[in-house]
């Protein structure tokens, strides 16, 4: 173990720490926000909005998100159009494209799963809210998202893990994450512990801090499930880690 | 078709399938271990059992992959050469799938885990109590009903290996993409291989699903399903 080599390259390593970190936040966001209203029209009674959300999320779930990324930065810059376009100067840009396809990619997951969620509500809490009165949008915004949210906590924890392990990937398209860091430092050094090692390291410690970020969240939102819980049988209940791009709806 | 690069891509279609099948078998097996330990009595079985999952399930895919492929590289030559043996040249091709078959098979440990677990525990008791030997027990009575609770979490992970074969071609195998990217860049068709590609991974998941779904129909015969 060369401490001396992990001392001088901890620079770098900061630095791939600070692209994953940016690249896993944006595409987060951006996947979220389109997520929510995708999973309300994957649930929607009219089958051709559904369908078209499904056929949208089967062909993202069914590709490697390593090829989406290559068809979005080498593939794109195949048609004469697109490189004349003023989309060019953000398609040609490694860090759009990253965004781009774990945004589109994850959107696909993350859709899923806030659709499962939405397709457990209870019966009865919609034939309240109709008897009060509340429709479309409204019902939705009060009754249905915020509990459909809650329940989806667990499984998404998991895609936000998986989402995380995923941004490895960017380190193939030119971005200088801690993947990346780690391949520079082996190529340069030859010392396998030095570089994917601390990268793994990192990562593990990543893992768990996004997994006990969840663990509270879970606490805050999901009390009513816990107290429940305790009421009926003291059993702690294990929190299911990081099933990369698991999805129950397979 | 595919400018006369399409038998060369299925020729790298033949490799992801070999990948992603060798690699299913050895993760079974590092599945099934793994289950054994964590359900078994003795703690150390259970401890390494749970350092096993914990570790690979909280890094990715890519990173254990080089860190595997470099590092037993290195490893088995340190150990050759401790033994005064000759450079041993690990080949891609198995480092690749002994990588994959190792990370998934922590995955495969909780699904077997959850399976057999879910097995009521009065179907081993009654075969123990028919003076069943231990080993018999798990092979004829354990293992085939666990099946059916396997197969959901197991279709899964073969559908999430299927994808992860694809970065057997940063390792340097020449799998479908490395194919696809090597006919791009001598075309200067990028998009056309790229997609292409894409699709024939859409075409094996879809078939996957077809048949877990089946495979799951047979398993199930018998048990009730619930009416709502």
Redesign the interface.
Known sequence: MQWQLILDSLPLYVEGIRTTVVLLAISLLSSFVLAVPLAVARVSGNPWISRTVWFYTY?L????????L??LY??????EAVRESAAWVLLKNAWFCAWLAFTLNSTAYTTEIFAGALKATNHGEIEAARSYGLSGFTLYRRILLPSALRRALPQYSNEVVGL??????A??VTLVDI?RV??DV?ANNLL??ES??V??AI??VF??TLVGIFKLLERRFLRHLHSQQTLSKPKTTPTP????????N? | MLYGYLPAILEGLGLTLRVSALSLAIACVFGLMGAAAKLSGSRAARWSAEVYT??I????????M??IF??GQ?GINMLAELQGWDYIEVPPFLAGVLTIGFIFGA?LT?TFRGAILAVPKGQAEAALAFAMPRRLVWWRIVLPQMVRHAI?GF???W??MI??S??V??IGLDDM?HR??LA?AST?????F??A??LI??AL??VS?FALSRLEARFSLGVKKVQF
Do not use: C, D, W
Not at chain 1, 241 to 248: S, V
């Open positions: 062909v779930r069914g590709t490697p998100l390593l090829v989406q290559f068809i080498h593939g794109l810059a195949q048609f995380m392990h995923a941004t490895a990937i380190s193939t993947t780690a391949r082996y396998v512990t994917f090692g990268a793994a990562y593990f893992t768990f880690l990081a099933t990369p791009h698991a999805n129950p397979y | 914990t570790l399930r909280g890094m990715p895919e890519l990173v254990l080089l860190l470099y590092g290195i995955y909780e959901p279709a899964n992970n559908l999430i994808k992860a694809a970065l071609s940063i993409v696809a990217g791009a200067r068709a990028p998009f056309t790229y997609v590609v894409a991974y859409l998941t879809s699903i």
